[in-house]
């Protein structure tokens, strides 16, 4: 887990969640900072044992902790944060260490974590499910005025 110590010792990356945090301190919805990113990543893990896959940990836990860094970016700028993640989780990541397929590997899971594929086993579907069942959608105070439809709201613990 070096390269997962070296993301999160990154400068950059404390930066990009820092501004995360600024764009989001009135946000009464969900919030995307390292406690997401850590349930993101924990969920996708254990559904990666419980199925068998073969994704390495390592590769779990960067794109966990990547795949909403572009967030401020989408609030500044309205460019989706997705595509501006991929461009800032790129470079970190080739700061840390990652290797070029490892590093494709990872930001396709991010450029697609906000839409199901419907490809079962697809580490862009696992990022995209395990993104849905960290939400406590089941307890937000902002439930009835959230823009997420009825199916996307995470409204049992599964995880």
């Not at 400068?11 to 349930?39: A, P, S, T, V, W």
């Not at 697609?112 to 490809?119: A, C, E, I, Q, T």
Request: aromatic content about 10%; overall charge negative; proline content about 1%.
């Amino acid at each position: 887990m070096h390269r997962i110590n070296c993301i999160i010792q990154n400068q950059k990356f404390k930066e990009y969640i820092r501004k995360n945090e600024l764009q989001e301190i009135d946000r009464k919805f969900c919030h995307h900072g390292m406690e997401h990113f850590l349930d993101v990543a924990r969920i996708s893990y254990i559904k990666v044992l419980e199925n068998s896959l073969e994704i390495e940990k390592y590769i779990i836990y960067a794109t966990a902790l990547l795949h909403d860094i572009g967030r401020w970016i989408e609030y500044e700028e309205g460019i989706p944060h997705e595509k501006a993640g991929i461009q800032l989780a790129e470079e970190i990541l080739t700061e840390c260490g990652f290797k070029t397929q490892e590093i494709e590997v990872i930001l396709e899971a991010i450029a697609n974590h906000r839409k199901s594929n419907n490809l079962k086993n697809s580490f862009s579907e696992l990022l995209y499910s395990s993104d849905k069942l960290s939400r406590s959608c089941f307890n937000c105070s902002a439930y009835d005025q959230c823009s997420w439809t009825c199916d996307k709201k995470n409204n049992i613990i599964e995880y």
